[in-house]
Structures are given as C-alpha cells and as structure tokens.
C-alpha cells in the first residue's frame, strides 16, 4: 500500500479543528508575567534618558533594558542588531525595554508611564537619502551586501542586439500578516533556560539566546507550539522575542510570555524588502534573449537581519527561466533607518521575477512580437545554462507549465476577445488577461546547504512506535503528514504508524531552519534515506521488515537492545552533480527549479478602477506532489498573498514607522477579493528528491503580481510598473494617459 | 453578576462588566479555541455564535451577554465526533495552520443552520436554526466566499475552505 501521491489525512488535523491545537497564547503558564516593549518613537537617535514615571506602582512590575542582557546582540548573520538599544536607536519601533507585570493590562498601561527622551538624529529613510550622505547607518556606505553574475559579454551582446529595451520595476513592503500575532514565553530552571512559541526554526533561536546568554548546548530548550502561519515572518523575528521572553523570565525569576497585538507585530516585525530593479535587455530580429543588464536595489532595513541572503536570492532569480547567452546582473541591499526588512515567502524572488516577467511586456511593445511567443522562444528548457553558468540536466517543467495554462486558461482566445471588447465604449468595464513564467530554486542557495549539514533521524521506541525526529516546523504547510507520508513509504508500512515528534530542540536533531522550499524535498529526503537505514538494519536483524504492529514491536525490542530507544539519523550530503562557487558566484545556484506559470484574467471597473481578479489558472512543476492536496493548498494560498501582493498591500510608511498598522487600513484579500482557481500539479522527478519532489513553498508567490499586471496592461492599456496596482494608481496613469494622448 | 450560557453550560461572571467576551472565554471559561488575530473584528478569528449568529467575541463586552446563549468551537464536535463541517475541511483542505479554522467554522455553521440544509446533522448537535440568511435558496460558492469575506486566512487562498463548505453542505442536504 502507498500513501505517498494520495491525499492522507492531515496528521494534526483533528486537533485543529476542533480548537484544541495549543498556540502560543492558549498555553498557561503557572505564576506568568505578562510582557510588554518599550519601542522606540524617533527612527534615529541618541538616548538620553529612560524616564519610568514615579506616580505607577513600579514594585508591581519587572524591568529590563539593555544592561540586563549578557551579549547583547541578536544572533543571525551578524551581529548588529541590539536586543534592547543602549545608546543609538537606529529605527522606529525598536526594543529600548521591557516591563512584566502580572496582568496583561496592567504591563500595557505601565507602557505609558515611561517616557524616553532622545537627542534626534537625522535619518535615511529611503533609498536615495541612505546612498546620499543623509546618516551612516552601516559602514562605510550604508550597503549590507553587493553581488555580481556575470556570463558572456553584456556590451557585445547589445551592440549585436535589433532592439534595446529598457524598464524600471518597483514594488514595496508587504507584511506576512500570519492570523496568529508573534510570540513566546520563557523560563528558566537549574541554569538553564526554555523558550517555547510560534515560530518556524527552534534551532535559529537556540543559537541565539545561547550566544546571549553565554549558554552551552544542553542548558537551552525551544519548543514549537502550534504555529499560526509563519510565511518567513516567523523565521528571524522570534530570536528577538524570544531573547526579550528570556531576559524579562531570568530578572523575574518566573516565566514570562510576550504576545504582540497585532498593531506592534505589523508595525515593529520584519517585512518583505521593497525593491528597484532595472532592466536593459538586447534581443535579435526574432525575438532570441541576446543580452540582459540588470540592477537589483533593495531596501534592508537598519540591520543586516537575513538581507544578504535575501539579496543573493533575488539576484540569482533576476534574469528569469530564460537562456540569455550575456548576462550581468548587479545587485546591493542598503540599510535605511526603517524597521529590518527579512524573510517572507519567496524571500527575494517575487520582487525580481515581477520585473523580469513584466518588462516581457515592454518587450513585446518594442518588438511587436507578443509576451507568448517571446516566452516560448526563450524559456528554460532540459539543456539551457542559466545566467551562473549552471547546466539544467533534468527537471526543467517551465514550458509544460506555460502550454498547459495557455490552453486551460483559454489564454490565446481571450487575448483576442478582450481586445475586441475593450474596443466598446459602451461596456462598462475593460477586461485583461496576462501571464507570467517563473522558476524558484529549492532549498538553500548554493553551498547553503553544505554549510547547514542538516540532520533528520528516525526513532524506533522499544514499545515499537515509529517517530519522525526533525527540527522543521509545522506552520500549516503539512510537515507532519508529509514526513509520516515519505517516512511510512519508505519503509513500507501504513501511514498511521508514523508518529512526528514535537519540533523540541530537547528531542530534535537540527534539521535546519523551515524556510526556502526546502522541508519537504531536503529534509523529506534526510528521512526517507533513514527509512532506508532503518529497514535494512531490520531486515538484517530479523531477515524480513515486520508486517504487524506486534511484529514490529518484537522487532523494536531486540534492536533497541535494553534501551527506550533506537535512533537511526542521517546527514545533508551535497549530491555530486552540485557544485557552486560563492567567490564567483558561478555554478548551481540550487540543486533543482520548480517552475509555474499562472495565467490572470481580470476586469477593471471603467469607474471606479477596482480590479476584479475573476480567475486564475496555474500550471506548477513541482517534480511530485507527495500530498496533492497539501501541494494544491500551497498554490492556492500563494497566490491569494501574489493577489494581494499585485493589487490590495500597501504598507504606508511616515517617518519610518508603518501608519496603516491595522488589518482595517493593509488589506488583505478576502475571500471575496480571492478568485476561483484552476491549479494543475505538473511532475517532472528530480532525482535527488524523495521520490522526485522539489519544492512547492515559495513558488506560487512569484506569478501572479506579473501576471496581474501584464493582465491590467491589456485592459486598461497602461504598463503600471510598481506594485501594488491600487485603484487611485489605476486613475491616476488612466488621467495621465488622456492629457498626453 | 453576569449570567450566560456557554456551550449548554450555565456559567456566570463576575468580573469587570467590559471585559470583552473573547477574553472572559479565554481567561476565565478557559475555553481557548476562539483566537484573537487582531481585536478589531477585522479578522473574524475570534467568532463564536450568539443565538446562533456568528460574532466577533473580540468587540463584545460581556455585559450585553446576560441571558444569552454562546457557542464556541469547542461544542462544535470532537476529535471522537467530529462535526460534518469538521470533517470537509480536514478533507478539503481547509485548515493549514488553523489558526482562523475555529472562527471560519464557526461562521460557517451559523450559515449552513440558518438554511436548514443539514438540519438533521446539525440538531444532532444541539443546534437549532435561529437566524435567516439571505433568502433561503440553493447556495453557489461565490454565496459561500460572501459569508466567510469577513473571516481573514492567510494560508488557504480560500479556495479549499470555499470547497469545504460545499462538501459538508452536499453530504448532508435532507431528502425533501
């Protein structure tokens, strides 16, 4: 019986359906304080003084600021990030201190009796003012990162080009807005301290509050509670409230839980970076890619956080799923007094890819070719070498995925139809449909993974119960059924009798952090070579792999020998065919792509310019979709955040501080502003994953803003190139267009 | 003195007379499954039926409750018995993280009771049709997608939730 391919049951499923999945805020704590943050209200500035008003009963509460925490820095890349300021405040919102009182409304009114006073400083709030000489927020240009690729001649390529196109892309912030709000609780006993909440890599901020606090390994435990969606927003930011969680629990000497209200998560916590990209691109009389200049800036935030990795995956998506023999693409993240920008779903990519896929638009312009077949003339396909250098061997879906959607999505027919409508005065709105082709690399990028050495095991208990044993995290996407899925092929036996361990540094090994498509097909993978270990130990053990649960329990009792437990573990190992070389940045930038096109027909109100996504078709190669339903929902809900990201989610920045911090002002699409959609997994294996599967996470985020936008091109015949595309955008280029026409 | 009915359970509260009713839940009935996403109704995470309708518990004093009836996700069904709606959306999909599931079952419920369609299922769990919605004719998803657009999810894109209460709504249509 396989289980793998089929729709099993979602394992926490039942729990979640009933109410009983214990998030971070369900859980009681005995003798818990509540906490709450200082945060500072100037983006840059000097601290003068921390004045905690005398008439506010201060014994009642517990007090922290920076001089209560050992290392005072938040442990990622570098170093830069304080936990709580002490001298410079470097953006709005920053931690200054921390108050714990014993009742929740209590610590929030102890937050208005203490007033911070700061010697101003002036900021860089934006690109240019951070690349002028405004503040020197990161030595010594206020650049975190640069990168370069280069492949063949960019200048001989134009100068042998028939046209040049140029264009310039924009998108913004956009916020991860999970339904459940950042948080943690913590405490500590025998020296030792636990961290326990919402988050998507417990080994990011064991790492963290060990360095901290001076800790060795052991004295350290993070679990993993029930996590409320996480989309990278709960990747690096639960160091921070974490590290916060345990200062405040070790100077009470209680355990200390922090829940953010959703105002302080949108306006203080990470966000996806906005970004400038320029393209200048060189093709011949038909339309074949000769040349592609493209620069990348992106906005980081006052810290380093995750930017550079941020920005080398955006570099390396920015010339798109085509072959292109000249490719250079420069690239800088710069730091600006604004709260640190990280990881969100996609992590770089989808800002890039919007202009790479958008200005096939222009392209088309310019050449009276159409987007389509310029598509099809120059996608990735098995044999193209992408702008690294790397050879695509195996795996290459992209055209698959763009022939399927044309035909589904009726794409060709429809062109031509709305045209033909948008002709008539009399209609009461245009219609448009566009699309876009992406690719997102799976797992981390380059030597990334070599780097992690991941490990994932398999326990066998001497009750005979099978146990998955990884670090990755449950945060809706499926681990739990996917693992019990791949684990329980493997070894043959029926999908009820794998059990998933809490994600609990105390019990996991580090199987990396839950990010960049990377759980399923490289963790996936660790597992299913454990299931191998573990089937060929038994089987040489016992000359058969038991086929009863008793079998299986006598098994497990002459192989754990006397003890609770056998564990069978394996570790990351580069596969042969990878090679990469971070100096040059040349070579497999990722093991595999998976690729997807989406294909967006819409219609815009002639009057009020409101656009009505009505739906989406999207064809996705994912190499195997070990879960279809599971994969499906990953595509669905992707493009329901690629929906927003196009059309609704515009963080409105004043003074460097988030002013629509609310989910009544940064709208999110309803289920009303989300249309029907047509998803088709498409499968092509990749041999290096389990049982051929890439990755899924990240990927439906990157088409639908291209797609979204080349669609409001054909209906309103306006190329916007900033997302998101709002109605007042829509007039605005619509009253523009008629006073030059 | 505050005196409610909580899931068929009398219960009564005598704290602070504003104290919102997602908290008194929560805090004092510790009945959790009712979450708060962003205290201020935007997000629909925090619905529970009052007299049968679904509200958000994070904009409701507890004073205007006395003498009404309140349920929670927590009587809807359990992991034993679940609920037909329970069981669409584990098999459609519709929980990913499930942080919004308690909230979007709940408003859910409310809609599909008022039409009476799976009224047998539904009185079998104590519930009974109290409030109309609309006119009482066939639903098509895009009726469903306009009784959940006040139940935010950031994780499904809708469409397996949408697929869910299809799913719970056609197995359980009574025979005429």
Redesign the interface.
Known sequence: MTVVGT?A??Y????????????I??HDFPGCLFGVTVRSSVAHGRIRRIDFDPKFPWSECVVATARDVPHNSVLLIEQDQPLLVDEIVRHAMEPIALIAHPRREKAYEALRHVHVEYEELKPALTLSQALGTEALIFAPDNVFKRFLIEKGDVEAGLRSSHFIVEGEYRVGHQE??????NGMAAWWDNGGVSVMGSMQCPYYVHKAIKHMFGLPDEKVRVIQT??????GGKEEYPNMIGGHAAVLARKAGRPVKIIY??GEDMAATTKRHPAVVRHCTGLSRDGKLLTQDIEVIMDGGAYVTLSPVVLSRATLHAAGSYECPNVRVRSQVVATNTPPNGAFRGFGAPQTLFAVELHWEKIAQATGIDSLTLRRRNAFREGSITATGQHLRQSVGALETLECCVKRGGYERKRKEYERFNRDPKKKCWKGIGLALVHHGAGFTGSGEAHLASRAAISLTRQGEIKVLAASTE????TNTLFAQIVADTLGVPYDWVAVEAADTGRVPNSGPTVASRTCMIVGGLLQQAAHLFKKEVVEARGSFPKTRKDMHLAAVSLCNGQPEKRFETQYQTPAHVHWDDKTYRGDAYGVYSYATVVADLEIDKTTFEVRVRKITTAQDIGKAINP??A??Q???????GVGYALYENVVMKGGVMANA???NYI?????D?P??D?VIIERPYSEGPFGAKGVGELPMDAPGPAIAAAIYQAAGLLISELPILPEKIAQAKSHDQADG | MIKLTVNGKKRAFCGPPFKRLIDVLREDFRLTGAKEGCGEGECGACAVLVEGQAVNSCLIPVCQMDGRKIETIEALGTVQKLHPLQEAFIEEGGAQCGICTPGMLMTACAWLRSHRAPKHSLRAHGARPLLKYGRGTYRSPQDIRRVLAGNLCRCTGYQPIVNSVVRAMKRHRTPK
């Open positions: 729709n049951r979602r926490e499923g039942p729990d979640k359906v009933c109410g009983r999945a214990k998030y805020d369900d991860q807005a999970y339904i459940e709000n029930a996590t409320g969606g996480g989309f209200d959703r945060i809706g996407q499926g339903l599971l499906e929902g595509i669905a809900g992707g493009t329901a955040q609310q989910l009544t999110i699409p309803t289920s009303l989300t029907p959609m998803v």
